[in-house]
């Protein structure tokens, strides 16, 4: 009903212009005092014509509408075969869709491009990078200090955040390599708690973990980089007291810890892309990065993951890792 009034609106002033011309023919045989018959007959035949032709017209409108409403729903890379151009607008909007489809397909490709550049530099960069860090974690390792541990513990930093780089560039790719399998969930714990065995004696903190002897279907590179910022995040934010692992019922990681805990109002963005809170205004080094690539990360596995946190008390960071539909992008 709403095509047809826009359909019977603009077809108006040829409806206006039939009335027109036959109130003149009357009035022309009225002034002339001519039988009224005589032109009420012809006016009835071209009325009955009229409405059949405007019958007609609506139909093929329509159809061409329902078309149009097709290709509205394709990607404008594909927008093609439009109906065939009837009047000198049509032709001339399709040649302007072309030229913007022209337009736009050229922008695509030279963003790519760019965006592909940029990929493949930060990606070499962050291989690079690893090979003095390298060197330096084993000049480290030669001595025994506060100021060796300190430096230390910096390069670890540094290697992670290289880490996230990667991981960032990685996630959006098209050879994003993720290789699932049965994996004993204790091994990649342990290997991980490995990595923070330093902080954990640097802060004084203590770590309470009983083996848990589940088995997951999982990506052991993606996942232990989940747990990883997880980890570094609780031993950022706990200045005394503990970080407990454990798993709860249907095989969700808890990972638990006594530190500052997040703000409520915080609690619903810290998945956000760039949102740091109340916590990462304090801490100039966050970055916001962490926590969302944690989401997108355990999306594509089929994971999920929760955080419950109040203020001075801890935050408890979940992760559920009952086998759900992958979704590898």
Known sequence: MNFFKKWLWQR???IYAFGLFCAIFFCAFALYHLPLAAVAYPVFVCAVLGAVFLALDFRKAKRKHERL???????AAVMDDFPEAETLEDTDYQQIIQALRREQTA?????????????????VWAHQIKTPIASMQLSMQREDSDFSRRLSADLFRIEQYVEMVLMFLRLDSDSTDYVFEELDLDSL???TVKKFSGEFYRRKLSLIYEPVQVTVLTDEKWLAFVIEQVLSNALKYTHEGAITIEVEESKTLCIRDTGIGIAPEDLPRIFEKGYTGYNGRTDKRASGIGLYLCKRICKNLGHRIFVDSAVDEGTVVRICLQEEKLDPR
């Open 12 to 14: 108006r002033y040829g």
């Open 69 to 75: 409403l097709e290709i509205e729903k394709l990607p």
């Open 107 to 123: 922008l695509e490709n030279e963003m790519n491009e760019k965006y592909t550049d940029m990929v493949d530099y930060y990606t």
């Open 189 to 191: 714990i342990r290997q």
